[in-house]
């Protein structure tokens, strides 16, 4: 079965940004995202279709788009 989470670190490479990066992006809202036990993931296909849309800021977490 394929993971459907991925870890910061993971979509950093994924996007070819830093770690920090995407932490900054998780704190001021701009990409969706989810905590588990206090780790931030997040889920491939609402990351997939964050970006289809283009990566606008005004996003819900992943609580809210269920």
Not at 16 to 35: F, L, Q
Request: net charge positive; no cysteine.
């Amino acid at each position: 079965m394929e993971k459907i989470t991925v870890t910061v670190n993971e979509l950093a490479i994924l996007l070819g940004v830093s770690n920090t990066t995407i932490y900054t992006m998780t704190r001021k809202g701009e990409i969706p995202y989810a905590r588990l036990r206090g780790k931030i993931i997040f889920h491939k296909p609402t990351i997939e279709n964050w970006l289809i849309n283009g990566a606008t800021k005004n996003n819900k977490t992943v609580e809210e788009v269920k």
